[in-house]
């Protein structure tokens, strides 16, 4: 069969069976450190958290369920005295800075007026009250967070008002940095106040790195959505950058852009050195700044993670769909040397992911393999039937999949972890190949110091 030189587009207009959305309240508590997450759902709602995030509870998480008992479904209750108790309480409890209401498929079954009640209740409390529609019926699984981060750039303050960003002051300024002797050779000795908000839930640590690597070309960033405190959300406006660093928030970018008048830097997502460094490049090109030693640093990755690539070197893969960073792992697949025979995607906004697409296309040119299928909203039945013709050595596939796969000799690979692990930036890359390369390892690995293949018997 011949393959296509340009990207093929299909849907199947299967439903969702991915991972539930209001999972995003686990990372989103963690990097908000001053909010707290009510879920408004039934207690099927809590038991998913329960279990989902049950390794969290020594941690004290920030969020509670809001359980809906007959009453509340039947109307016989008053939704907003019920949802006021446990607001006040929460008030008393924790003291938050912002509470953000996470609305489950209950909710929207039973019309539940959430963002009317919401105005109400936090002119009542005074604490900021967010809502954030994160159901499974309309949202796939990590469509969670771009829903609490659309409602939240509403609440960012307008650029103008801002105190470091007073009117007088021009588009760009400069801020002296000291430089050692031998960095000032490469490195120079002035940033651009480039007025530049990156939106996306990241740890702190990842976002520091990514901070470091735009500060190494000159690019300082003046803030993040979300921040790590609600009173420090980053100023929106005219004039203001916004760049994502995940491919499913789409819809926190239309809002940046439409509602809040920004200019969106569409660019690959930093995910793996080829994906950091276009990334990189594509915002410094932005500023009209000259990057330099992102070649290199992109070929030195590359040389530390060789013994990762030669594991996965010409091994085939298949994305089932589940979280939507399904495309950029494809690509990051391809630059490794995989082959990747189709792309599975629950919801894929062609326009947000332009750049990441176009990258995609221009990596399979380069390492001279077929462009993959794409298949928006997957139907599960077809692409089992797909797995058992083409036999690839990988399947990349949501857990309700994993086990029955598994069970017909296909390797497979949860897409959540994909999810929770630390994907971004140059300093991540072994994370990732760690994930990709684990099922197959496990059936042969190399033992050091020996010249042979032994087998490994359990289970990673």
């Not at 809002?255 to 990334?279: E, H, Q, S, V, Y």
């Not at 990762?308 to 589940?322: A, C, R």
């Not at 906004?349 to 077929?370: I, N, S, V, W």
Request: glycine letters at 6%; hydrophobic letters at 35%.
């Amino acid at each position: 069969m011949k393959s296509p030189k340009t990207l093929a587009f299909e849907c199947e207009t299967g439903n969702y069976h991915t991972f539930c959305p209001i999972s995003c309240v686990a990372w989103l508590y963690q990097k908000i450190e001053d909010s707290f997450f009510p879920v408004v759902g039934t207690k099927t709602c809590g038991y998913f958290l329960q279990n989902a995030l049950g390794v969290m509870i020594f941690a004290e998480p920030r969020y509670a369920m809001a359980e809906l008992e007959e009453g509340d479904i039947s109307a016989q209750l008053n939704d907003q005295k019920e949802l006021e108790k446990i607001c006040l309480q929460i008030k008393d409890d924790r003291k938050p800075s912002v509470i953000i209401w996470i609305g489950t498929c209950t909710t929207e079954i039973v019309k539940m007026d959430l963002e009317g009640i919401a105005p109400k209740l936090e002119k009542q409390i005074g604490i900021p009250i967010i809502v954030a529609r994160a159901n499974g019926l309309d949202y796939a699984f990590t469509q969670g967070e771009d829903t609490a981060l659309a409602a939240m750039a509403h609440r960012c303050p307008e650029y103008k008002y801002c105190e470091t960003n007073p009117n007088n002051r021009s588009e760009f300024t400069r801020i002296e940095i000291h430089a050692t002797s031998s960095e000032k050779v490469h490195h120079r000795n002035e940033l651009t106040r480039s007025d530049l908000v990156l939106f996306g839930s990241l740890s702190s640590s990842v976002a520091s790195q990514l901070n470091s690597e735009l500060r190494h070309q000159s690019i300082f960033v003046s803030g993040w959505l979300p921040s790590q405190r609600y009173e420090e959300l980053p100023g929106l406006g005219e004039g203001v950058y916004v760049c994502g660093v995940n491919p499913f928030l789409s819809r926190t970018a239309t809002t940046l852009m439409r509602r809040r008048k920004c200019k969106l830097i569409g660019a690959p997502f930093p995910i793996g050195p080829d994906g950091t460094r276009a990334w990189i490049e594509k915002i410094c090109s932005v500023f009209n700044i000259k990057p330099y030693g992102l070649e290199n640093r992109e070929s030195q990755i590359w040389e530390n993670v060789k013994d990762y690539l030669q594991v996965i070197n010409g091994k085939s893969v298949f994305f089932m769909g589940d979280n939507l960073l399904e495309i950029s792992l494809a690509r990051f697949s391809i630059r490794c040397g995989m082959i990747v025979y189709e792309i599975g995607i629950p919801y894929m906004d062609r326009r947000y992911q332009a750049a990441e697409l176009l990258f995609l296309q221009h990596t399979c040119g380069r390492m001279k393999t077929p462009i993959p299928r794409i298949v928006e909203k997957p139907d599960n039945y077809g692409q089992v039937q797909r797995l058992h013709e083409l036999k690839p050595h990988l399947a990349i596939t949501g857990m309700a999949h994993a086990n029955p796969l598994e069970a017909r000799d296909i390797d497979t690979k949860w897409s959540v972890e994909f999810t929770f692990a630390q994907i971004h930036g140059f300093g991540n890359v072994r994370d990732i190949l760690e994930l990709v390369t684990r099922p197959l390892r496990r059936k042969v690995v190399f033992t050091p110091g020996s010249r042979s293949l032994s087998k490994q018997t359990t289970r990673d």
